[in-house]
């Protein structure tokens, strides 16, 4: 079962506000602590509570102390640099939304390009109704599919060709081992030829045993 998104707003309950706060409090100091252990790194966590009196501190007071004393070393440019008030963040969380929405309109626009090219394929015309900003779009669509299709052919084509040399390198290979076995069994023919005539003794050119006939 997917977690339910929760609505980023302030929660005006005052009871459902504190126990959010504890869950998130406690969340958040377990993944301080687990990106510390796990990655080998100083980190800290200071949290204020609007009911607390002293300041929620992990992993400990000399633990926080020791962090933000390096901090402090470091260069004040090196400070700033990956610091965020509200109103940067702001600024950031609008200018995601912003390319989001505009990756959302070219994704709709594009589906509805797609409809509009198969109705004038299945009508055999174009609509009259089409402006010509839906013309021109259109027209890219058709060019884009156009190159895909254009793109496939030409690696189906490189494929069949690299299929084709592998199957006639096997026949050749398979050739060869037969021409290799066939020479093999020539040479075992000769070999045991060659070692009759040393076993049995027979005389040049009548082929007779010694000792039987002149």
Known sequence: MTRKKVKLAYITNDSKR???????????IKKVDEISTLCGIEAC????????????VWPSPQGVQNVLSRFKRLPELEQNKKMLNQESFLKQRIQKAQEQLNKQKID?????????????????QIFESVNMGDLNDLSWLIDQN??????????????EIFENRVENFNGME???????????????SMDFNNN??????????????NGFWA
């Open 18 to 28: 504190r126990g959010t706060f504890n869950i998130r409090k406690n969340g958040l």
């Open 45 to 56: 966590a200071i949290i204020f509570g609007e009911n607390d009196p002293q300041p929620e």
């Open 108 to 124: 709709n626009k594009r589906k509805e390009m797609t409809h509009l090219m198969f109705q004038c394929l299945n009508a055999g």
């Open 146 to 159: 156009l190159k895909h299709i254009e793109r496939r052919i030409d690696e189906t084509q490189v494929k």
């Open 174 to 188: 398979q050739g060869m081992v037969s021409n290799v076995d066939v020479m093999q069994r020539k040479t075992s």
């Open 196 to 209: 009759i005539g040393d076993i049995l003794p027979f005389e040049n050119g009548n082929c007779l045993p």
